[in-house]
């Protein structure tokens, strides 16, 4: 019994030592783990990341700061602040540092806060992934181009209040916040095709181009109508589109009104012709001014002379009066038919005279100002380019189009041959002098919608950003306001996007207080 008490004592022993280890290794474990790559995954203990196997990396618990831990295989180092700001640093090249969150050149991964780290005496960057950083030459992982030799900039010329990220709402000519100047080697200007062009100081014409359509003349429309009440007893046009001269019949029509006024014309002249005789002035004169009355009615009722004269002819009513064309023309619309009742002032007939018609263009906003009346416009028919009418703008619309935005101006053209029908299209050309201006290369311009930006080559691979107002814009070309560039200069005209990246990504580390820090003067809390 005795003997096997001594064993089971042990075990007890040996059970409390293991508790005690464990609390004291528990205490020893203060803080959580992470993967540098895949921060989402997180532990109480040291070990590897289960979806790329690296080595979990110390995050101290705060208000400790974990020693740096230095070795053949990995690498664990937190945030450090040295002068600059925070160092970031590859955990499988710590020779590959940046001031900031990168890409490592060599192997591809996410740069962490490394502390202790130093940034290379000379980094080297990718032209178009700037966040990709080396200690040495090599490539681009991402798009297979050469490392170049990263030289940061001052940003050019920032107010005080741009260091907080502040953007002024009125920006003169010239002020670009959030920018800075970009310097690019030789082969970094080769590699991202970086070209330019002068700023020049030219006569503009510009040719502004439309399509319009052939309308009628709105002046050369007559309606036919009737003053009396009827019916169409026969039809002389039959049909719409059909050509009439002046004075040609258009229909004969049966009206009780005009035949009882006939013949109360007939019996006034009979009348009169018995009181001629008479010896007494005033009854000759009413019998005169009686028939002058009753000839006077059948007038105003559009009964033609001819009918009348045929009537003093005759001497009897006729039952049917021809209504005539009143202009030679084309009928565009016929709204009666034979054996039709009308009734006075229904629309009969509609005539259009298109020995002259209208063309109807419509131009846009921007380009109203330019349309005045008297500017002359060549005019070419779709089917015939060879062929082109010139007229003058006849008149300028006052209203404007609320859905297409555009407004309508108008042409008077003569058309003899009846070449132009109404309906047809009609390419317009409208040249415009715009005088003298600054003009760039229209590729040269920035637009971000808030603010207009062109980069100004100021020699040594130096870009310089200036804030520019674009006038107009068109036919690769783009007029600027006066006080942004001069002419002589020379601005980027390729790859000025890459140009435009690489200046805002300086130029907000150097506002976060990284290496492109901005001049002392620039910010509120800087030295004299």
Avoid at 308 to 331: N, Q, Y
Avoid at 502 to 514: C, M
Wanted: some cysteine.
């Amino acid at each position: 019994m005795r003997s096997q008490s001594v064993p089971l004592s042990l075990l007890v022993l040996l059970a409390a030592l293991v508790l005690l280890a464990t609390a004291c290794g528990g205490g020893k474990a203060a803080g959580t783990y992470y993967c540098p790559m895949h921060p989402t995954y997180v532990s109480d203990r040291p070990g590897t990341c289960p979806i790329c196997n690296m080595d979990l990396v110390l995050r101290p618990v705060e208000g400790e700061t974990a020693p740096a831990v230095h070795d053949a295989g990995h690498l664990h180092r937190e945030a450090a602040e040295v002068p600059g700001g925070t160092v970031y640093a590859c955990p499988m090249h710590p020779s590959v540092a940046a001031p900031g969150p990168g890409i490592c050149a060599k192997c591809n991964m996410a740069l962490v806060p490394a502390p202790g780290a130093t940034l290379p005496a000379t980094p080297w960057t990718c032209p178009m992934h700037p966040e990709v950083v080396s200690d040495a030459p090599g490539r681009c992982p991402l798009c297979r181009m050469d490392l170049v030799p990263r030289q940061d900039e001052v940003p050019a010329e920032l107010p005080p209040h741009e260091a907080h990220g502040e953007v002024p709402g009125d920006l003169r000519p010239g002020e670009l916040p959030a920018h800075a100047a970009v310097t690019l080697s030789g082969e970094g200007l080769r590699l991202a095709g970086v070209r330019t062009a002068e700023v020049r100081e030219e006569r503009l014409t510009r040719t502004v181009r439309t399509v319009g359509r052939v309308t009628i003349d709105e002046r050369r429309l007559h309606r036919v109508q009737a003053k009396v009440a009827g019916w169409v007893e026969s039809l002389a046009v039959s049909f719409e589109g059909q050509p009439v001269r002046r004075g040609e019949p258009m229909l004969a029509l049966y009206s009780p009104e005009l035949l009882a006024t006939q013949e109360e014309y007939l019996l006034a002249r009979q009348h009169a012709e018995r009181l001629l005789a008479s010896s007494v002035p005033e009854v000759r004169r009413g019998a005169e001014e009686l028939v002058s009355a009753a000839r006077r009615r059948l007038a105003l009722f559009d009964v033609p002379e001819s009918f009348l004269a045929a009537l003093d002819a005759s001497g009897r009513a006729r039952r049917t009066v021809e209504l005539l064309a009143p202009a030679s023309g084309h009928v565009i619309s016929r709204e009666v038919v034979a054996g039709a009742r009308i009734e006075p002032g229904m629309p009969l007939f509609t005539l259009a005279d298109l020995s002259r018609v209208w063309v109807e263009a419509d131009f846009y906003e921007s380009e109203a100002r330019f349309v005045r009346p008297g500017a002359r416009a060549e005019l070419r028919l779709p089917y015939d380019p060879e062929t082109a009418f010139s007229a003058p703008v006849a008149y300028v619309y006052p209203e404007l189009d609320p859905e297409s935005r555009t407004v309508r101006a108008r042409f008077d053209l003569a058309n003899p041959e009846l070449r132009l029908k109404p309906g047809m299209f009609v390419d317009v050309e409208l040249p415009i002098d715009l005088g003298t201006g600054i003009v760039v290369d229209d590729s040269a311009v920035i637009d971000s919608g808030a603010r207009e930006v062109v980069f100004v080559a100021a020699g040594g691979g130096r870009f310089e950003p200036r804030a520019v107002r674009v006038l107009w814009r068109g036919e690769g070309r783009a007029r600027l306001a006066p006080g942004g560039v001069a002419p002589g200069e020379r601005v980027a005209t390729g790859a000025n996007f890459l140009l435009d990246a690489e200046s805002r990504l300086r130029a907000a580390l150097a506002a976060l207080g990284g290496p492109a820090a901005p001049a002392p003067h620039a910010g509120h809390g800087g030295q004299p």
